[in-house]
């Protein structure tokens, strides 16, 4: 499996997963890399994407390791049920005690593996270790295409 970056947003194996969220009619908010590297060694707090989308809230956040995504490189932790929470509004970093009733869920990656979350879902990312190999992922929002924000 390797198609092409700017084709990655429209890979059949994902839209396949997508259709089962949000049906046939499926836009594109947006796709992006996330690359942790030497320039981007932090950590990133605890928050929710949705806040920072425009349009409707029915959206379909997906993210593909383009590289193996792990502790030493920063990798993704998630909280699982805490979409209910439903969004939090714009606040940035959330406290640590909103996610504390939530469990943990924090997988290893490799190159070609996929993640797809609710906008609302509390997740962070560890720091990088500065000798690791830098994390990169692919971040594609799907959402209605009647959704006016579609690209």
Same mark, same amino acid.
């Given at each position: ?58 959206? =379909? %956040? ?11 490189? /920063?990798?993704? #932790? &998630? ?18 005690? =909103? %996610? ?11 190159? /070609?593996?996929? #993640? &797809? ?35």
């Amino acid at each position: 499996w390797s198609p092409s970056l700017p084709h990655l947003c429209v890979e059949k194996s994902l839209i396949d997963i997508v259709v089962q969220f949000i049906g046939f009619n499926i836009g594109i908010y947006n796709q992006r890399l996330i690359i942790k590297d030497k320039l981007a060694l932090g950590a990133v707090p605890l928050h929710q994407d949705a806040p920072y989308h425009r349009g409707f809230w029915n959206k =379909v %956040a997906c993210f593909v390791a383009l590289s193996a995504c792990n502790e030493a490189n /920063g990798k993704l #932790v &998630f909280y699982k049920g805490s979409h209910k929470l439903g969004s939090l509004g714009d606040v940035g970093e959330v406290s640590r005690h =909103v %996610a504390e009733p939530f469990e943990r869920y924090s997988p290893d990656l490799e190159p /070609g593996d996929v #993640v &797809f979350m609710n906008p609302f879902l509390l997740h962070e990312s560890g720091p990088k270790e500065p000798n690791a190999p830098a994390r990169i992922m692919a971040d594609i929002l799907y959402q209605p295409a009647s959704d006016p924000s579609t690209i």
